[in-house]
């Protein structure tokens, strides 16, 4: 079954605040990664993580591999009404080319 | 250069009948994998495939056969659909381990 845990689930925002969920797992990942899905389409690569402690930027959106490699969170600053939808990480093990996913959150923002 | 292909886009099956799910890319990636979503239990592994002629299992197989045999196609088999087959697949295909997937827009699937 699912061995990532992200949270939270659901978020109501007003625009203009910040963001943060994150993901955990029991397995040590390789890689951390980051995704974005509008409704009706296929996930899209935000932000990948390499290395234990990384953190990353790309635009509004910060994240970071967990020093113990069991987990990342991703932060939204600012955010936008564009930002609405479901954000998913992933985690790939080190062989076999795995990668699995969390149950998302999904994220809404007020005008 | 077209990315990933899936079609159907949707598809409405009685319990029993068998179909497959297409996928291709024109990418030149070594790795494919298909996903399903259902509601809350975000994306789950199926099956996978790290080249041509080598394929493994995911998180949830059963029910699902897949075959890789070339580089372009990662097709997905459902042998005698069910009920519980319901759900929006994704095809994803990447360069190699390590490098985000590139997904298709999904094929939705309802199984009566």
């Known amino acids: 079954g699912q061995q990532l845990n992200q949270s939270p689930q659901s978020m109501f925002i007003q625009e203009g605040e910040d963001v943060s969920m994150n993901c955990t797992s029991s397995s040590i990942f390789n890689t951390w990664l980051w995704y974005k899905q509008d409704p009706g389409e296929g996930p899209v690569l935000l932000i990948a993580l390499y290395k234990a402690g990384e953190l990353t930027s790309n635009g509004r959106l910060t994240a970071q591999f967990g020093i113990t490699r069991k987990d990342s969170f991703l932060n939204i600053s600012a955010s936008i009404p564009s930002d609405v939808g479901i954000y998913f990480c992933a985690g790939e093990y080190n062989q076999g080319g795995k990668l699995i996913f969390g149950q998302g959150t999904e994220l809404s923002v007020k005008p | 250069n077209a990315g990933v292909t899936q079609t159907p886009k949707f598809q409405v099956l009685k319990t029993g009948q068998s179909m497959t799910l297409q996928c291709a890319q024109d990418?030149?990636?070594?790795?494919m994998s298909w996903y399903r979503q259902d509601p809350g239990m975000g994306l789950r592994l199926i099956h996978y495939s790290v080249g041509a002629g080598i394929t493994d299992q995911g998180e949830v197989p059963n029910g699902y056969n897949v075959s890789r045999s070339t580089t372009e196609d990662f097709p997905l088999r459902l042998l005698s659909a069910a009920p519980s087959q319901t759900s929006v697949y994704f095809c994803?295909?990447?360069?190699?381990?390590?490098?985000?997937?590139?997904f298709g827009s999904g094929t939705r699937l309802t199984v009566v």
């Open positions: 990418m030149n990636h070594e790795y």
């Open positions: 994803a295909s990447r360069m190699g381990q390590g490098i985000g997937y590139t």
